[in-house]
């Protein structure tokens, strides 16, 4: 948890004031722990208009267990708390049943401006998750399919996560669960033995395979037979068969060398690829544990656990010919990694589609620690997370992979990059790097229009509204960042922490100054819910309440400048831009897009 220090003085002294103000109640109500400076904290509100405050208590509930009116409590409360001090930093007004606390401008620009300046990218930065793993399941394609935008979004979501948790302090652990086993490669063998060849492979093996993977499923419609022979291949395949092997090991190659080609290219990393495949060899252990927990039954020759007490559909462990499942694959894996990480979290970045199967995997890991009574210490069932996530649609339009109606993601980037650079043609066609920038806003686009929603809801792709400059998107992120880092080249002396914070007295200002000082509590909150559109939707407002400072216009009607003869002036302006900027583009860097200097 962040600590907010003027959250804590501000719950400080209003319980302080509530003790003078009421003196008899505390002598005789010992026990009234809501008005003890944790609690009060706790009820400290955002003001949805900033000019309020920085923080707003309501004064409701309190009232009613002083049993009182809240209007007339709030003007004896806000007499007492600003009596206290002869220069206070903290002024508080009484409006309405809301007791707003408000940080005096220069103690928040000389806090805030100063604290920035000082640890430049690591403001925000905290050691909470120190000695502690985070393990984070993310991406995690199906080889032997194309790299679909359909995992777009938990890439995205998985490789922010990842940062964000790192910035606490955390050990983050990126695990690629790689779809590299099952059903679908005996139907791969088939095809491919059937329609396909080497040659394939060797010249373009990503549209090769996919082809070969719809091909099958076209085929199959019409001779069922084919489900037969694809069931028996990967029986094969199970059992060792060599030749089975040898197909399924060149898929994957192939395969992995395309995705991680594009994981490069979204500068993504993972610290290991351990697929489906991976458990091939714990899968026996495994479920010999579970059967002599006696969690297990048979039902038609199929291994599984019931789980109809918790409306849970069974889970299936094996099937009738001892073929293992996706599920099976997933307990294994999270037994393998408990072991192996004794991790303080374990997250799963996975679509909402998949709720049912978390459900059964966490279910099943929970009953078996409970049956093995191991001690409430050494479990790891309250430790695991599915952290879904809605659709992405293109146009209204879902994807399937098996009707061949798949948007593959590398042609979406490419697509991207070449919109983002027939716009800096067009705005900036001096531009020195314009091919890297250019990828860099394409890439930038994608990513945040993943993140630019609450996960849970679906996200609508729009060309021209991901990548517009003026919208609420990641190159209007980028934007403003490459403005900011202008401003700073034309302004050619060194941003010195000697400013006179009194001058940046305006309320746009003040918006501004209120944001960066909530940055950390931001990261704090994105990491709590596993939301890095906390940071997505704090940078849009960070970038806009500083767009109305640089267009603000003074009492005649002119832009006030931001750089102007008065060099006093212009010191403080340009120590808020130069701490804009640092916070822009770290917390970009946290939505895992970069932000070039120049754009
Ligand atoms: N390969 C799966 C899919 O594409 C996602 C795997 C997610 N991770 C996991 N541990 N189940 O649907």
Redesign the pocket.
């Known amino acids: 948890m962040f600590k907010d220090k003027f959250k804590v003085d501000i719950a400080e002294k209003t319980a302080q004031a509530f003790r003078d103000v009421f003196p008899d109640l505390f002598i005789s109500r010992p026990d009234l722990y809501i008005f003890d400076p944790d609690r009060l904290s706790e009820r400290l509100e955002t003001p949805k208009n900033p000019e309020m405050g920085n923080y707003a208590l309501p004064l409701f509930d309190i009232a009613k267990i002083l049993k009182g009116n809240p209007v007339e409590i709030n003007k004896r409360l806000a007499e007492t708390q600003n009596s206290r001090t002869l220069h206070p930093h903290l002024v508080f007004t009484a409006v309405g049943g809301f007791n707003n606390a408000r940080i005096k401008t220069e103690t928040l620009a000389r806090d805030t401006l100063t604290t920035i300046l000082e640890d430049e990218q690591d403001f925000g930065t905290s050691t909470e998750g120190q000695g502690k793993n985070i393990v984070i399941?993310f991406s995690?394609?199906?080889i032997a399919k194309p790299f679909g935008v359909g995992?777009l979004r938990t890439t995205a979501i998985g490789h922010s996560l990842y940062r964000i948790f790192e910035k606490l302090g955390y050990n983050s652990i990126g695990i690629n669960?790689?779809?590299d086993w099952g059903t679908q490669f005996g139907k791969m063998i088939v095809a491919f033995r059937k329609w396909g060849s080497d040659d394939d492979l060797k010249t373009d093996p990503i549209s090769k395979l996919y082809n070969l993977y719809v091909r099958f499923h076209q085929e199959e419609e019409k001779d069922p037979n084919l489900s037969e022979e694809a069931r028996e291949a990967f029986r094969k395949l199970e059992q060792g068969g060599h030749d089975e092997a040898e197909l399924w090991n060149k898929f994957k190659e192939y395969s992995l060398n395309a995705v991680k080609k594009t994981y490069e290219t979204l500068g993504v990393h993972f610290d290991h690829y351990t697929g489906e495949s991976f458990y091939n060899d714990k899968i026996t252990p495994v479920i010999a544990r579970l059967r002599s927990s006696g969690l297990t039954k048979f039902s038609q020759d199929a291994l599984i656990v019931d789980l109809e007490e918790y409306n849970i559909p069974a889970c299936i462990l094996s099937k009738a010919d001892g073929a293992t499942l996706?599920a099976t694959r997933?307990i294994a894996?999270v037994l393998y990694r408990w072991e192996t990480f004794q991790f303080e979290k374990a997250l799963?970045v996975?679509?909402a589609s998949?709720k049912d199967?978390f459900k059964q995997v966490f279910k099943v890991i929970e009953l078996l620690e409970e049956r093995e009574k191991i001690p409430a210490s050494k479990r790891c069932s309250g430790r695991l997370v599915h952290v879904d996530f809605g659709w992405i649609k293109f146009r209204d339009e879902m994807m399937s992979t098996r009707k061949g109606t798949i948007i593959f993601l590398d042609d979406v980037i490419e697509k991207a990059t070449e919109l983002a650079r027939s716009k800096i043609l067009e705005k900036n066609p001096d531009l020195k790097e314009i091919d890297k920038t250019a990828r860099q806003i394409g890439i930038g686009a994608i990513l945040f229009a993943d993140m630019s929603t609450r996960r849970q809801k679906d996200v609508n792709f729009d060309w021209d509204d991901v990548l517009n400059f003026e919208g609420e998107t990641g190159p209007y992120l980028q934007y403003t960042h490459a403005r900011l880092a202008s401003l700073l080249r034309h302004y050619e002396k060194k941003v010195s922490p000697e400013i006179d914070f009194s001058l940046l007295d305006h309320p746009e200002e003040y918006r501004v100054l209120d944001l960066l000082y909530k940055f950390p509590a931001a990261v704090c909150q994105a990491a709590e819910t596993y939301e890095p559109y906390v940071i997505s939707t704090y940078l849009i407002e960070l970038a806009s309440a500083f767009n109305k400072v640089y267009q603000r216009k003074d009492d005649s009607g002119r832009i006030d400048k931001i750089i102007s003869d008065d060099a006093v002036l212009s010191q403080a302006r340009m120590a808020l831009v130069n701490c804009v900027k640092i916070v822009i583009k770290e917390g970009l860097y946290l939505l895992g897009i970069e932000a070039p200097d120049e754009m």
Do not use: E, R
Request: glycine letters at 12%; proline letters at 6%; aromatic letters at 12%.
């Open positions: 399941d995690s394609p199906n995992h669960h790689l779809g996706y997933d894996g799963y996975v679509a998949q199967h």
